[in-house]
């Protein structure tokens, strides 16, 4: 092989390289702006209007899943590896396991399901954390469940609006995330 074309090759596989982390900065930001803002309007409405939260996730939480996983679907052509696999298997039981175990034998009832759940969501993240090798989304996955923790434990009538300003976080996260790495 003559040293241009070995350049050539070289070069185009660069250019796959930032494409395929462009679609996954894109996917995981996208991620961020619907779960952030899902969970963050959710936990103010928490706290401000508490008969509303209610309705408001019975109706967002299915839908924002379904939109999950329909963008997980529609990316995995470009970004299809083992890392993706595993982490749609994660995410895939960690939902099972909501719909069928905790949803409907064991509604979250009051904080104590709600802790439960952010400590699921957490569990997740720091587990997609520790697959992808990305270590500020295995420390953020263990950073929300020390805030759930301690707003459990120290402060429970802090706990919707502490999880409302982690909704709003994310959501401005991920909104930077799509804007930094949209062309």
Do not use: D, I, N
Not at 40 to 49: I, N, P, V
Not at 90 to 112: I, N, S
């Amino acid at each position: 092989m003559r040293r241009e074309e070995a350049r050539h090759l070289l070069e185009a596989a660069q250019a796959s390289e930032r494409e395929a982390r462009l679609r996954v900065a894109l996917l995981g930001g996208w991620y961020l702006v619907l779960w952030g803002g899902v969970w963050a309007l959710g936990y103010l409405l928490l706290a401000l209007r508490p008969a509303w939260a209610g309705p408001f996730f019975a109706l967002t939480a299915p839908l924002a899943t379904l939109l999950t996983f329909y963008l997980g679907f529609r990316q995995g052509e470009a970004v299809r590896s083992e890392g993706g696999l595993l982490t749609f298997a994660l995410w895939g039981l960690l939902t099972l396991f909501y719909v069928l175990h905790w949803a409907f034998l064991l509604p979250p009832r009051g904080l104590e399901g709600q802790s439960f759940l952010v400590s699921l969501v957490a569990f997740g993240l720091a587990l997609t954390g520790a697959l992808w090798k990305a270590r500020e989304l295995f420390l953020g996955g263990l950073g929300l469940f020390l805030l759930a923790l301690l707003l459990y434990r120290l402060f429970p009538e802090g706990w919707p609006w502490g999880m409302a300003l982690v909704g709003l976080f994310a959501l401005l996260l991920g909104a930077r995330l799509v804007w930094r790495w949209t062309p």
